[in-house]
């Protein structure tokens, strides 16, 4: 997808807020784009920006290499806005002062607006904000303005209005600033006299119309994995494209109770997608068979679901594209100086790692999407609630949630324990609160009772989740009366567990999933 018209760019310091800036960019109607700091004046004169936001950053200005902006940026005439070191970095380059402070702020400090223009323009004189710095302006560059304090920071927001500089020390982006979203307002409305036309429909027009350009008569494979990233994609491609793309879900046999009927059902009953349905649980249970390595499990289930995407990718005829689900988070961190190793193209269930030798061209249309976003658009094409708001599965399937070795036996097992977890879930509400469940099948036996008769049958665990972004998770606490449910339903119902225990580990110490 080509960038809108209008569009404000990031500039990444490696502040770990910096996709939260661009994120509460688009949640106000304008798009946003992340860009190394490293961009050259030229570079942003092509994008043609409404503005420039100078991210945060963990380093301090005056540590040996902090990272720093081309100075020709403030000759640009676009709207500059600096967040905390961002605002540091618009002081010292611009001729003012930066120091170390005496008292450094971490947490929120109460901001006193002292010229409600501009950025403060209809806020409350004093409010709320998030602090995160040691260093701060002491000197204000020429033409600028103190325009806020804080009891510790004499210049809390600085502005030079005629030239359309602004920097804030507080951050405006996290929730704990509790006017910050307006405070964006004012800068991206006010300063940048954006129009706001950044929505779902028009993302939508404008991408199907791109797809449709690029791919012309040409045929689509994408791989389906039935997840939210691959089934927008399908959507999106078929909206434009129609026939011309065919889908290809490889059922690895690893999958949840009635996942692939449901597959089925909605892309080639409901959407009548010429969907191409490869059986392989056979191939996976053969190349699984006594392997009990997490990362082995992991790298053969990878290498054979890349064998039976390719083979089936070879008997569509004319086809010289490959859709991906490729998220924004993915293309980031992948473009970052301050991200670690990765890798643009994703894990194997969206047929990530292809061989080069198929050359196929990429369709990413959901490339500068963050996951919310893909939600709404899949929302607006029509995509059932049941796929949209589904928790994640990682890509291995239930074969890293078996410890030891997988076989039928045990897949089926566990697929019938984790079903009737997701039924009470659902039933009870609880579904949607929490980020993540899952049943997890254990490597031992334990001893029961069962009407008359001792028992020595299989061990399950309860997994369920709360977090925001998966990064970080806390266990959920699960109602006492809907663990027992579950517990006397999977008992019960499904032959060969006879116990059922919950875990009650946080991430971190413990990863969400067990291997």
């Not at 939260?20 to 030229?42: D, Y």
């Amino acid at each position: 997808m080509a960038d809108p018209e209008e569009a404000v760019l990031i500039l990444d310091f490696g502040s770990q807020y910096a996709q939260l800036i661009a994120r509460r960019v688009r949640e106000l109607k304008v798009f946003s784009k992340i860009v190394p700091h490293t961009i050259s004046p030229e570079d942003i004169i092509r994008e043609a920006p409404k503005g420039i936001i100078l991210s945060g950053g963990p380093a301090s200005v005056w540590a040996p290499g902090a990272p720093a902006p081309n100075p020709h940026l403030f000759d640009l005439p676009q709207p500059i806005l600096g967040i905390c070191y961002g605002m540091q970095l618009m002081g010292r380059m611009l001729g003012g002062g930066v120091s170390k402070a005496a008292h450094r702020e971490f947490g929120k400090a109460q901001v006193v607006v002292d010229d409600p223009d501009s950025l403060f323009d209809g806020l409350p004189r004093e409010m709320t904000s998030w602090m995160s710095h040691g260093d701060y302006v002491t000197k204000l560059p020429p033409g600028f303005k103190a325009i806020a304090h804080t009891e510790n920071t004499p210049i809390a927001a600085m502005a030079d209005p005629a030239a359309r500089r602004f920097g804030l020390q507080f951050h405006p982006e996290v929730v704990h600033t509790r006017r910050g979203t307006e405070i964006l307002r004012n800068f991206l409305y006010k300063v940048c006299r954006c129009g706001g036309d950044w929505s779902a429909g028009r993302f939508i027009e404008t991408s199907v119309d791109e797809i449709r350009k690029s791919v012309q008569e040409s045929r689509v494979v994408l791989g389906l994995s039935g997840g939210v990233d691959s089934s927008v994609t399908a959507l999106l491609v078929h909206r434009a494209v129609g026939k011309q793309l065919i889908p290809i879900f490889v059922d690895t046999g690893l999958l949840r109770k009635g996942e692939r009927e449901e597959v089925v059902k909605t892309f080639k009953g409901h959407f009548r997608m010429p969907l191409k349905v490869v059986a392989a649980e056979g191939r996976f249970l053969k190349a699984l068979k006594g392997v009990v390595d997490p990362e082995e499990k992991r790298k053969r289930i990878g290498r054979l679901f890349i064998a039976c995407f390719e083979e089936e990718a070879r008997k569509v005829k004319g086809a010289a594209f490959l859709a991906q689900g490729t998220l924004y988070p993915d293309v980031i961190e992948s473009h970052s100086p301050f991200g670690g190793p990765s890798a643009t193209i994703k894990t194997h269930h969206n047929v990530g790692g292809l061989p080069k030798r198929m050359r196929f061209k990429l369709v990413e249309p959901l490339r500068f999407l963050f996951k919310d976003e893909v939600r709404q658009i899949g929302r607006k094409l029509g995509l059932p609630e049941g796929i949209l708001n589904r928790h994640p599965f990682p890509g291995p399937g239930l074969a890293i949630r078996i410890l030891g070795s997988v076989t039928r036996e045990r897949l089926d097992l566990l697929r019938e324990a984790d079903h009737r977890f997701i039924e009470e879930l659902r039933g009870s509400g609880w579904y949607s609160k929490v980020w993540q469940a899952f049943a997890v099948l254990l490597p031992v036996r334990s001893v029961g009772v069962m009407g008359d008769e001792r028992t020595y049958e299989n061990v399950a665990a309860l997994r369920a989740v709360v977090s925001t972004d998966g990064m970080t998770a806390d266990w959920a606490r699960l109602p006492a009366d809907l663990i027992e449910r579950v517990s006397n339903r999977i008992v019960n119902e499904v032959r060969g567990i006879n116990r059922v225990v919950v875990d009650v580990t946080s991430k971190p110490p413990g990863t969400i999933e067990w291997e």
